[in-house]
């Protein structure tokens, strides 16, 4: 730069206008400069600061020493920017004066320049000061402050001395530590003074909370008892007049309500109740009895007929069957001696082995009847031809029995070789096995035992046919009947012997009894009396009824359940072990008698008679003697011997008897006569028993061999459903329900063979409502009997009024003609009068009317 | 002036009191103990009904029968539960009120008669 003074400048618009320098409008051509006051340039300073325009050249403008500076436009770019600045006074006077040697100097230069290009050596001039040292200045680092200088110094002796360390608390000694403590400054405490918070409007809540002390758990009770008026108080309140209204108010509303469910339930599911039970297993359209299996003994010598069919209660698929001898009274006499050595059977069919019976019961005589024992399977009790009740017990045979499984092998050896091959130790699984106890022959039934039942467990009997309860949890007692008209009632206990004769007796008859026979019964044995016998005496004559069938009223009592799990526990106390090993512990306890305990119960005799009768003896008042009472009722409807007696399994009272030629339905304590009585059917009937799912059906045994289903709901006046079973006569029928899903009938016939038959669903599953719907039936029988009664009363007393009515009309045509006959006399005789009249008139007797007129008056 | 006393105070009718009748052989009107036993009698002897009985407003019964302990227990517990009912029903609409209760179970049907001072229940069996 040629002119150091020349200080180039970019001059916005702005600065333009605030120093009214604008280009072309203030300064043009003729005047490009402006003289601009130190004053402007140091309001624009204050006012705009650093970045005012003028800013570096600051310092040029602060030391200039005039007052005005020169601003000059350089329109031409010549010293680069739009605007300069001379910064020095004579700059401006240079400028504002511009001599004119430098002009011609510059031309004349100019001109020099071209021609010659002269060397010349660099002169070194002065430093002049454009202000880049005050830059520097400005940049260059200088220490502010004055360096302190430390001088320590030390003994020369004591420079690598050892030095001991020691540790010392700093807080003990007063200034070792410097600490810096943390203050508060408020500088640095914000106090927020704006917050941001959600607030909602919720109820007022209340918190609170306790402890509770807890000590240590304690048993609390409490015992209340109701508030309760007292009577007058009761009887005050009747009297009241608001309860008087209240119940005139509110037995209106009541009574509507009751009515309501009197009308009709609307709560039944009519949809529900139209379906029949859930899907039926097997074919609903089968109604037929499908044979099962049927057993045979094939080992027997003679032929034998079962005279008797008992299910064994709790092994499933064992039968027991009681086989006699097939002859007739005169056939039994003439073979008495052959039949001696035959022992009377009774067998225990499995159904995994037809052809061997599992056990042989052995008996004197031919069995008639016998039982299992409800409370111990293994007692049997039966009755025998001769008169002897007999009893088994086969406890010792039980895991035999118990645990049959089917001996696929044995049936197979069985059937291929024909009868005679066989020998009899070849079926060594069955048992003979030999009875406990007989009864005594001159003290018990002379006749043969017709039907035998065990007593329920809930009573017990005494001498003299009172009722009481037993303790001993177990079925102690029996009762038999028998051709003799007798009914016993044995007790299985061993009596309390007052004299010692009957030991003496023992003694004689002690026979080595085999040692394989249970001693449970051997105080009975041979010397067993019965209890109580009941003659069924017909009055003066001196004969008597004939029983073959009995049935007992099992009702159960109102026995406190506890007093029987007592008793049964007492039972199992005494022995640990079958109470009927040790049944000498139940005699001669006092034991409570039972008030109205029904002793009355149904018998069925030979001439086709139903009886009900009762058992308690009474005391003849002349003689003094123990007497039986007279029979309550009695009923002929059969016309053969009845050989079933039954009570439903579903209604107590109603009872099935089968005899002679049909079959009768009675409920107990309807004394008019039977509920239903089938007319006679072609074929004799000769067993009977009820269905044991279905109140309405009862199987009827004939004597061509056909079972007659009954079903009460469909027929009544003829069996429902006929089948053939076999070809001879049925003596026993016995249902069984082995499952849910399963039920056999026992069918046992003349010839000795026992079927079992597989009742189909139809015939054991009830529908629904069949319970009431039977009920019903019954009941609308019962009220057509009273109908009739009344019907028949009423007739009597309408035959006695027509009677009457008819007397009286005679009574009264008499009477009435009487007075009619003399009215009519009356007449006559008027006119007869008249007529002699005219006649003696026309006769010309006048004198003789006169006369005949005074005579008349 | 003799002095002839206040007159008598109206005799408010009793029951009780109407013991005898005053004339022989006049049928008196049935007094107020024995139609409170009529009506029970008569609610009584519909088809089904189990039994009935009074219970007062604290639950203590007045008139059963039913046994003692069965009727205390009867009460109690409906007593409790037509109170619970009837807060319900006005709890819902103040306005409104409990006038019958019927409790259907697969026994027997229940009927609570409630009033401001006494309950009437009914046990009823309704189906055959």
Partial sequence: RSHPEIYPLVLTVKTQEIFHCRAEDDVTDEQPYKLINKETFFEDFKNRGAISDFYPVKKIIQEYPGDELLLVYDKDFKYGLNFYLIGTEEGKENYLNPPEVPEEQEEQKEHISEEVYVYKPLVSKPWVSLGSEKEIEEESVKESTKQIKYMISRKRSKFGAPIKFSDQNASNVKDAYIECTSYPDKNFTLKQLEKDVGMQVVPQIKDTSTQTKWTYPKNATTQYYPREFSEEEKEAFKQSKPLADFLDNMSVSVEIALQQNEITNTFIDDWKCLAEEEGTFGDKTDTYLKEYQSFTDLHSPT???????????????????????????????????????????????????????????????????????????????????????????????????????????????????????????????????????????????????????????????????????????????????????????????????????????????????????????????LSWKPLSKV????????????????????????????????????????????????????????????????????????????IYTDWKMERDPETGRLMTKKPVSLYTV?????????????????????????????????????????????????????????????????????????????????????????????????????????????????YGTLHILEIPWTLSHPSTNEISSVNHYFEREVKHLEYVEQRKSIREQEKKEMELEKEKKKVKTYQKSKEQIEAEMKIDYDSYLELEKTVLMNLGLDKVIEKMGVMTV | MVNLGSPPAPRRSKGADRLG?????????????????????????????????VVNAEGIPIRTTLDNSTTVQYAGLLHQLTMKARSTVRDIDPQNDLTFLRIRSKKHEIMVAPDKEYLLIVIQNPCE
């Fill in chain 1, 303 to 525: 032929e034998k007929m079962i005279t008797c069919v008992s299910w064994h209660p709790t092994i499933f698929g064992l039968i027991a069957v009681s086989v006699a001898e097939r002859l007739s009274f005169e056939e039994r006499v003439q073979f008495s001696g052959k039949l001696l050595l035959q022992p009377s059977l009774i067998l225990f069919w499995s159904f995994s082995d037809p052809i061997h019976p599992q056990l042989m019961l052995e008996s004197p005589d031919d069995i008639f009847c016998f039982q299992f024992c409800p409370s111990d399977p293994n007692i049997i009790a039966g009755g025998c031809i001769n008169g002897q009740v007999i009893l088994w017990d086969i406890t010792a045979h039980a895991d035999r029995i118990e645990n049959i499984k089917s001996g696929g092998s044995r049936s197979k050896k069985a059937t291929l070789k024909p009868m005679f091959i066989l020998e009899p130790e070849s079926n060594k699984e069955a048992m003979y096995i030999r009875h406990c106890a007989v009864s005594s022959i001159e003290n018990g039934h002379k006749k043969v035992i017709t039907d035998i039942h065990w007593l329920s467990d809930t009573f017990e009997v005494n001498r003299m046919g009172s009722v009481f309860e037993n303790r001993n949890g177990i079925c102690c007692q029996l009762i038999t009947c028998s051709a003799d008209c007798t009914i016993c009632f044995w007790d299985i206990r061993p009596q309390k012997i007052s004299t010692p004769q009957p030991t003496e007796k023992k003694k004689e008859e002690s026979i080595e009894i085999p040692f394989d026979v249970p001693s449970t019964f051997l105080h009975l044995d």
């Fill in chain 1, 535 to 610: 003659r069924l005496s017909k009055g003066e004559t001196s004969l008597d009824h004939c029983p073959t069938k009995v049935s007992l009223n099992e009702e159960h009592l109102l026995y406190k359940t506890q007093d029987k799990a007592l008793a049964q526990s007492k039972a199992a106390k005494a022995g640990e072990m079958n109470p009927y090993q040790n049944l000498e512990g139940g005699i001669g306890d006092h034991l409570k008698p039972i008030d109205d305990f029904c002793t009355k119960f149904f018998v069925g005799t030979e001439e086709g008679e139903l």
């Fill in chain 1, 638 to 750: 059969h016309d053969g011997a009845v050989h079933t007696v039954q009570r439903s399994p579903f209604y107590n009272d109603i009872i099935l008897t089968v005899g002679g030629w049909n079959v009768a339905i009675w409920k107990e304590n309807v004394t008019i006569g039977p509920l239903l009585q089938s007319c006679c059917a072609p074929k004799r009937y000769t067993s009977g028993h009820w269905s044991l799912t279905r109140p309405g059906v009862f199987y009827i045994g004939r004597e061509d061999g056909f079972v007659d289903i009954w079903d009460l709901l469909e027929k009544t006046h003829e069996p429902a459903l006929s089948q053939n079973i076999c070809i001879t006569v049925i003596t026993y029928i016995k249902p069984w329900t082995l499952s849910s899903k399963q039920q056999f009938i026992a069918i046992a016939d003349y």
């Fill in chain 2, 21 to 53: 009748t005053s004339l022989p052989g006049s049928r008196a009107v049935p007094g107020r103990g024995e139609e409170v036993e009529e009506t029970l009698k008569r609610i009584q002897s519909h088809k089904g009904v189990i039994g009935n009985m």
